[in-house]
Nanobody
C-alpha cells in the first residue's frame, strides 16, 4: 500500500490561489490512479478531481471546473492540486487518495489509500 502525505494548505483570501501537494511513498506511485477529495465541517467528504495513472485523463467536480487543476509528477511520486479563484465555500480539509491500477471514479469507494488531509481556509 502506498503512503500519502498532503501539504500546502493554509489560509488565503477569496480570489487567491493555493497549490496542494501529495507525496507518495512505499509502492509504485506511477501505477496509481489518484484523486483529491475534501470535507467541510458537518458535511460529507466529497470528490474534487482525479487523474489517471498515466496522467492523460482527468475528471473534476462541477463546483471546481475551470478553477482547479490536478496534475502529477511520477518521477517525483507527487500529486498536485492547483486551486485558483478560491471561494469561501472551498474551505475544507483536502485529502489525496489513490488506488493501484484503479479506474477514474467520483466515489470514495474507488480509492483505498488515503492521506491524513491538509486544511484549506478561504476568508471572504
Amino acid at each position: 500500500q502506498v503512503q500519502l502525505v498532503e501539504s500546502g494548505g493554509g489560509l488565503v483570501q477569496a480570489g487567491g490561489s493555493l497549490r496542494l501537494s501529495c507525496a507518495a511513498s512505499g509502492r509504485a506511485f506511477s501505477t496509481y490512479t489518484m484523486a483529491w477529495f475534501r470535507q467541510a465541517p458537518g458535511k460529507e467528504r466529497e470528490f474534487v478531481a482525479a487523474i489517471s495513472w498515466i496522467g492523460t485523463r482527468t475528471i473534476y467536480a462541477d463546483s471546481v471546473k475551470g478553477r482547479f487543476a490536478i496534475s502529477r509528477d511520477n518521477a517525483k511520486s507527487t500529486l498536485y492540486l492547483q486551486m485558483n479563484s478560491l471561494k469561501p465555500e472551498d474551505t475544507a480539509v483536502y485529502y489525496c487518495a489513490g488506488k493501484d491500477r484503479g479506474g477514474l471514479g467520483y466515489s470514495r469507494s474507488n480509492y483505498d489509500a488515503w492521506g491524513q488531509g491538509t486544511q484549506v481556509t478561504v476568508s471572504s
